[in-house]
């Protein structure tokens, strides 16, 4: 009888970037009601002085849970001039109603759709990227109940020619170079997201052998450089909109698998 607790977790893009609107995690929980599934809670420190939020999304009000878990800039870990999804899920005291605790103990999610590495990609931090996540996942799952998952996402494509000015650390300088140089960007960066991404299908692969309750989630498959990006990283309405009804189809048949 208890609300499945689920948190969104990740970056900027996990955030909402656009207008403040909480990106797609409006369209998620409004998709989830859609389906039917209503006994549901998003949890997290962030935007949790409510359980109710709405969105005018073409003349149908939506109505949402707006806590999450996302912070923009954030990589995996602290690394470079990066701040860190882990340190601050556990570095951390939470205080919720009357437990406290690191994140995981203090909200106590049945479910985490866990999103990160864009920003490590975006600061070239691509050695060791798998590792530092499989790291994450591994101290996320041991502050869960045995019966808590994990769903480990993929991220979405960079568009290295609109957004050259936060890739300089790939040493190509895409403004005012030639038309090669900024291709060979687009190319390395797109391969350093191809290759991050099928880590992750392996990694879930890999611990859900180990017997660890980990799912597999391939937004990068909803989300369209061309069209579905805002500045070249985050996410537009549209791409938002894709990213909510692919969680929300994703999650509605974990729930229906799983008698919820």
Known sequence: SDPVKIIAMGDSITHGYI??????????????????????DMVGPNNNWT??????????TITYDPAHAGYSGYAI????SRQGLQETIFDTTYVNGDVSGNMMEAYQPDVIMLQIGT????????????DRLENLVNVILQDLDADSTVFVSTIPDIDAYTRAD???SYGINAWG????????????VTGCIDTYNTSIYNLVLKMQS???????????SVVDYQTDLHDGVHPNEAGYENMGNYWAGL????FQNHGT
């Open 19 to 40: 207008n403040g609107d909480n990106g797609y995690r409006k369209y998620f929980c409004y998709d989830l009601q859609q389906n039917g599934i209503t006994n549901f």
């Open 51 to 60: 359980d109710s939020a709405t969105y005018d999304w073409n003349g149908t």
């Open 77 to 80: 870990q602290k690394i470079g």
């Open 119 to 130: 920003n490590d990609i975006l600061s070239n931090y691509n050695d060791g990227i798998t």
């Open 166 to 168: 936060w890739l300089g």
């Open 177 to 188: 170079s030639t038309q090669e140089e900024k291709d060979r960007l687009m190319e390395t």
């Open 210 to 220: 180990e017997g660890k309750n980990v799912q597999f989630a391939d937004i990068n």
């Open 251 to 254: 999650l509605n048949d974990f």
